[in-house]
């Protein structure tokens, strides 16, 4: 059964409290990342919305912190099947290509929404450093932070956090998504048709 977000988050601060979120100067560099993450999930993502590389030594504790938000985030992790994309689809919140070593196209995924896509690498190579159409297409963010007992909780407590305070900035937080009648005006006419019905109904006033 499907769920939405916010239940999922619910739900999990239900089953093991309410953790306390890390501050930004424990995360570091990896509250950039949960920022990140935070802004593609709360709001539709345009098309040609850049993807995420990050890259960094091993044991910075990329990898582990997918997995800690797999608990409340549906991610699709590549690490275990190769090339096979089979099963990435429109349901995951984020797909993750682990140890990446090429770039990646994502217009080869067939996907139909915009998922946002990260992938992790240990280095950088010339090919993501260097080549054009891959520079326009990924923002790269290095990661070189490690956290001593990373806490489960305190970290999806601060990606909830932070999706909570992005949408809440958002100019859009506190009006309808679906109101009774959208109105649209030009020079001196205003034409108005209720949301809910396909054919346009309009009434003119000069």
Request: some cysteine; aromatic content about 14%; overall charge positive.
């Amino acid at each position: 059964m499907q769920t939405t977000l916010g239940e999922r988050f619910i739900d999990y601060f239900e089953r093991h409290g309410q953790p306390e979120e890390y501050e930004i100067e424990e995360l570091e560099d990896k509250y950039l990342l949960l920022y990140w993450i935070a802004c593609q999930l709360s709001f539709h993502r345009p098309i040609k919305t850049k993807q995420l590389l990050i890259y960094g030594v091993p044991n910075m504790q990329k990898t582990a912190l997918f997995h800690i938000l797999s608990r409340v985030l549906r991610i699709y992790f590549t690490s275990s099947r190769g090339d096979d994309l089979t099963g990435a689809h429109n349901y995951y919140d984020l797909w993750v290509f682990d140890e990446s070593h090429e770039p990646k196209d994502s217009r080869g995924f067939h996907k139909k929404a915009n998922v946002p896509i990260v992938m992790i690498a240990n280095k950088l190579q010339v090919s993501m450093r260097d080549q054009e159409p891959f520079r326009a297409r990924y923002i790269r963010m290095r990661i070189s932070s490690n956290i001593h007992d990373l806490d489960e909780g305190r970290i999806i407590a601060r990606l909830w956090g932070c999706i909570r305070r992005r949408v809440c900035n958002s100019p859009f937080a506190f009006f309808s998504t679906t109101p009774n009648h959208v109105h649209l005006y030009y020079n001196y006419c205003e034409s108005s048709f209720p949301a809910k019905y396909r054919r346009l109904q309009q009434r003119t006033s000069i």
